[in-house]
């Protein structure tokens, strides 16, 4: 069964960056990309991009080009998703999602809460 | 970026009754690049259905999917409990983009 285990809640300052983790387990990790998503509180779902773990291809949402990174390492099987320059409003949890080379996203992992405040 | 309008924005029924949930894209979508995904408090999206009408793994056959071009609908014939939560639709054919959601609670 596929997993994708995040790394835990994060409290950062305004100005910070912050680096989410994604561990992937119990498929063929080079074969399906990895996208990012992330929810505000009490809001809907925004993407924020797209990783190819074969090559380290990066597709971002325009609206985060310049601020984000994603990342892979393959020999842990772990992605990364860093966002920089931190401001209130991406206070958010942040999902990592697997999916079916066309763009569904069969897999979820169970999110990681960031919040931004001074 | 295509935008994705979903209505109606909350829907109250009670179990046993038929869902409809619509979504309208502000351009059409690519091929088949449409999907349907449940949110429940505290607890990540769930893939529902994709490629328009093909249901994901596990996912029963109460839940169905059916449109073409800018108009989208997810149907549940007979509500069960756990069907209340939040639903999102979602084009993948360029820049990923989803819909605002509809909540779908109990009467």
């Known amino acids: 069964q596929v997993q994708l285990v995040q790394s835990g809640a994060e409290v950062k300052k305004p100005g910070a960056s912050v680096r989410i983790s994604c561990k992937a387990s119990?498929?063929?990790?080079?074969?399906?990309?990895i996208h990012w998503v992330r929810q505000a509180p009490g809001q809907g779902l925004e993407w924020m991009g797209i990783v190819r773990p074969t090559s380290g291809f990066t597709n971002y949402a325009r609206k985060f080009e310049g601020r984000v990174t994603m990342t892979r390492d393959t020999s842990t099987t772990t992605l990364y998703m860093e966002l920089s320059s931190l401001r209130s409003d991406d206070t958010a949890v942040y999902y990592c999602a697997r999916d079916d080379l066309l763009g569904a996203l069969h897999n979820w992992g169970q999110g990681t809460p960031v919040t931004v405040s001074s | 970026e295509i935008v994705l309008t979903q209505s109606p924005d909350t829907l109250s029924l009670s179990p046993g009754e038929r869902a409809t949930l619509s979504c309208r894209a502000s351009?059409?979508?690519?091929?088949?690049?449409f999907a349907w995904y449940q949110q429940k408090p505290g607890q990540a999206p769930r893939l529902l259905i994709y490629g328009i009408s093909s249901r994901a793994t596990g996912i029963p056959d109460r839940f169905s999917g059916s449109g073409s071009g800018t108009d989208f609908t997810l149907t549940i014939s007979r509500l069960e409990p756990e069907d209340f939560g939040v639903y999102y639709c979602q084009q993948y054919g360029g820049s990923q983009t989803f819909g605002r959601g509809t909540k779908l609670e109990i009467k």
């Open positions: 119990d498929y063929a990790f080079t074969t399906y990309y």
């Open positions: 351009q059409r979508v690519s091929s088949n690049f």
